[in-house]
């Protein structure tokens, strides 16, 4: 039996390889079809969600992985625009960050973050860590519904010349459909 699930798109913001790789590794055998988008510094990753320049066709994320420490614009900054406006705020936002101190915690829960999780230093507890992330965002939480954020000139045409969501099939016993916003 086929049935179509809409694939997850996930924004992830973080500047070490390392710690990417431990990510996408992790979500390789996925119960759940994603994309995962990579950034390295907080002003790429509002050129991302703003599509804008090289991001003008980007997908509008389901989810954020958020690093807190990072190049150029830090994840509290980014925490703080995106949660600032209109079309971006209901993203949900995973902080996920290798700062355990308790100003850290305050201030990215005060500044909408949807929860706070300490890197692990270990692989396999790192890869435990995203695979709960995956389980519990992706097949128990429903997600906000995709909004349209207001277009740039630039993006308007791009808009137009591709779909909001691309579909794929996939067998039922091969994937689990996440609790998508577009299904």
């Not at 915690?105 to 790192?126: E, Q, S």
């Not at 890869?127 to 939480?141: A, H, Q, R």
């Amino acid at each position: 039996m086929e049935a179509t699930v809409h694939i997850i798109e996930i924004l992830m913001v973080e500047d070490s390889p390392s710690d990417v790789f431990i990510t996408k590794k992790a979500m390789e055998n996925s119960k759940v079809a994603n994309n995962l988008h990579v950034v390295q510094d907080g002003v790429e990753a509002m050129a991302f969600l703003r599509r804008e320049g090289k991001y003008a066709t980007a997908p509008r994320p389901d989810i954020i992985f958020l690093d807190l420490n990072l190049p150029r614009k830090d994840g509290r900054e980014v925490l703080s625009e995106l949660k600032a406006e209109e079309g971006l705020k209901t993203i949900p936002v995973v902080v996920l960050t290798s700062s355990q101190a308790d100003q850290d915690v305050l201030r990215a829960y005060g500044l909408h973050a949807n929860c706070y999780i300490t890197k692990p230093v270990d692989f396999a507890r790192f890869k435990d860590v995203v695979k709960g992330i995956e389980n519990f965002w992706f097949t128990i939480v429903t997600l906000p519904p995709q909004l349209r954020v207001p277009a740039t000139n630039t993006q308007a045409a791009s808009e137009k010349e591709r779909p909001e969501v691309s579909p794929v099939v996939v067998r039922e016993k091969e994937k689990v459909p996440a609790k998508s916003p577009r299904t």
